[in-house]
């Protein structure tokens, strides 16, 4: 009897790509089973390593290209281009994520999403109406003031002259002129990978919650709050801009917000937002087995990350037997079982380093081998 696989596989970052771990996968299948079909999806959940997983995945290229970065020096960047559906996929922390800053220098009173504007608006240039927006990892908490100052918007101060760029200019804006948002955004749609649902301000808000990774002092951890929350009111006031208390407004330093209430953006779970891209659905209707996987496989996956989020939906649309392979297991992995992930298999073959294991070569070894064993045992059953 013919068989249905779908193989959907994050990144073994380090070692593996997404596709090119789903088609060695892909490889093992069809060196096992006699008669069966193939799908191979690349997987992604929002974070780092969509750009490349789905450029890869459905036909696109990657875009490189000079930005701001978030401490105003230029620093290379990219994006994903698919241009038959005029798609650009950004992942903000190629703008302005947290490694890019030093430790020493991490403090969001000095950091701007300025570069991430830039990144946006010379993607709809170049033809993009369509934008899938990746924001964690940010090292900002300027609630968007850089990313919409590059996109047209128009902050003022009390003696009408252009306010700064960076977190610490927010407490300065008393206007807003929003006419010169740039047409090519105005005509786009975008769709944020937010994985939070915090608040923009209070206890709960990005300034308290997420500022002291960012190098924020308690000192400017209220200074922040209370600029944002005047930045906030001040939308309200003039634009009738809402939405600070919108799950998700806090994502990013605020940038859930800027893009909500500026850009009409809509705010959605990475892996549902990943899933949706693909049109993953039609085939998880039709497959018998979905094989999943990552680097790493903890609470943390069972919590919304890619294999998770794929492995629900397959078991929503089809019932599928479900498998990951992964390149390690922590101690509380077991939690997948209960997120639609039948069984998982660590693909280790020998003790060593993990420098060892996440060689390229090993990896593909060890991920073939391991597969290989596992369908042999489906195959006789």
């Given at each position: 009897?013919?068989?249905?696989?779908?193989?959907?596989?994050?990144?073994?970052?380090?070692?593996?790509?997404?596709?090119?771990?789903?088609?060695?996968?892909?490889?093992?299948i069809?060196?096992?089973?006699?008669?069966?079909?193939?799908?191979?999806?690349?997987?992604?959940?929002?974070?780092?390593?969509?750009?490349?997983?789905?450029?890869?995945?459905?036909?696109?290229?990657?875009?490189?290209?000079?930005?701001?970065?978030?401490?105003?020096?230029?620093?290379?960047?990219?994006?994903?281009?698919?241009?038959?559906?005029?798609?650009?996929i950004?992942?903000?922390?190629?703008?302005?994520?947290?490694?890019?800053?030093?430790?020493?220098?991490?403090?969001?009173?000095?950091?701007?999403?300025?570069?991430?504007g830039?990144?946006?608006?010379?993607?709809?240039?170049?033809?993009?109406?369509?934008?899938?927006?990746?924001?964690?990892g940010?090292?900002?908490?300027?609630?968007?003031?850089?990313?919409?100052?590059?996109?047209?918007?128009?902050?003022?101060?009390?003696?009408?002259?252009?306010?700064?760029?960076?977190?610490?200019?927010?407490?300065?804006?008393?206007?807003?002129?929003?006419?010169?948002?740039?047409?090519?955004?105005?005509?786009?749609?975008?769709?944020?990978?937010?994985?939070?649902?915090?608040?923009?301000?209070?206890?709960?808000?990005?300034?308290?919650?997420?500022?002291?990774?960012?190098?924020?002092?308690?000192?400017?951890?209220?200074?922040?709050d209370?600029a944002?929350?005047h930045?906030?009111?001040?939308?309200?006031?003039?634009?009738?801009?809402?939405?600070?208390?919108?799950?998700?407004?806090?994502a990013?330093?605020?940038?859930?917000?800027?893009?909500?209430?500026?850009?009409?953006?809509?705010?959605?779970?990475?892996?549902?937002?990943?899933?949706?891209?693909l049109?993953?659905?039609?085939?998880?209707?039709?497959?018998?087995?979905?094989?999943?996987?990552?680097?790493?496989?903890d609470?943390?996956?069972?919590?919304?990350?890619?294999?998770?989020?794929?492995?629900?939906?397959?078991?929503?649309?089809?019932?599928?037997?479900?498998i990951?392979?992964?390149?390690?297991a922590?101690?509380?992995?077991?939690?997948?079982?209960?997120?639609?992930?039948?069984?998982?298999?660590?693909?280790?073959?020998?003790?060593?380093?993990?420098?060892?294991?996440?060689?390229?070569?090993?990896?593909?070894?060890?991920?073939?081998?391991?597969?290989?064993?596992?369908?042999?045992?489906?195959?006789?059953?």
């Open positions: 009897m013919k068989k249905n696989f779908v193989v959907a596989i994050d990144s073994f970052k380090g070692s593996l790509s997404s596709m090119e771990a789903g088609h060695i996968v892909e490889k093992a069809e060196d096992t089973f006699d008669n069966a079909s193939v799908k191979v999806f690349p997987l992604a959940d929002g974070g780092e390593g969509t750009v490349d997983a789905l450029a890869d995945g459905l036909g696109g290229s990657i875009v490189l290209t000079e930005v701001t970065g978030p401490l105003g020096e230029k620093v290379q960047s990219r994006y994903g281009w698919l241009p038959e559906l005029k798609l650009a950004i992942e903000m922390a190629d703008a302005a994520g947290l490694p890019m800053v030093p430790k020493e220098k991490r403090n969001p009173m000095n950091t701007t999403t300025y570069g991430l830039e990144l946006m608006l010379q993607a709809a240039e170049h033809g993009a109406r369509e934008f899938i927006i990746g924001i964690g940010s090292a900002t908490n300027d609630a968007g003031l850089g990313m919409l100052t590059a996109l047209g918007v128009r902050f003022t101060n009390a003696e009408g002259a252009p306010v700064g760029i960076y977190g610490r200019d927010l407490t300065d804006v008393a206007s807003i002129d929003v006419s010169g948002l740039a047409d090519c955004i105005k005509e786009s749609r975008i769709h944020v990978a937010c994985d939070v649902t915090n608040p923009l301000c209070g206890e709960n808000g990005c300034s308290v919650v997420y500022g002291p990774q960012k190098g924020a002092t308690p000192e400017i951890v209220r200074s922040m209370s944002i929350h930045f906030a009111l001040l939308g309200e006031s003039m634009l009738g801009f809402t939405g600070a208390e919108t799950p998700g407004a806090g990013a330093g605020g940038l859930g917000y800027a893009y909500a209430a500026y850009l009409g953006a809509e705010l959605k779970p990475g892996i549902s937002l990943v899933l949706d891209a049109d993953i659905e039609s085939s998880l209707k039709e497959a018998d087995v979905l094989i999943t996987g990552e680097g790493r496989m609470r943390q996956t069972a919590m919304g990350k890619g294999p998770a989020g794929v492995a629900q939906l397959a078991k929503k649309l089809s019932g599928a037997l479900t990951a392979f992964c390149g390690c922590s101690d509380d992995a077991e939690m997948v079982n209960d997120s639609g992930i039948d069984a998982y298999f660590p693909i280790l073959h020998h003790a060593g380093t993990a420098e060892e294991a996440m060689e390229p070569d090993v990896a593909r070894s060890n991920l073939y081998r391991t597969a290989v064993q596992v369908f042999r045992l489906m195959k006789s059953q």
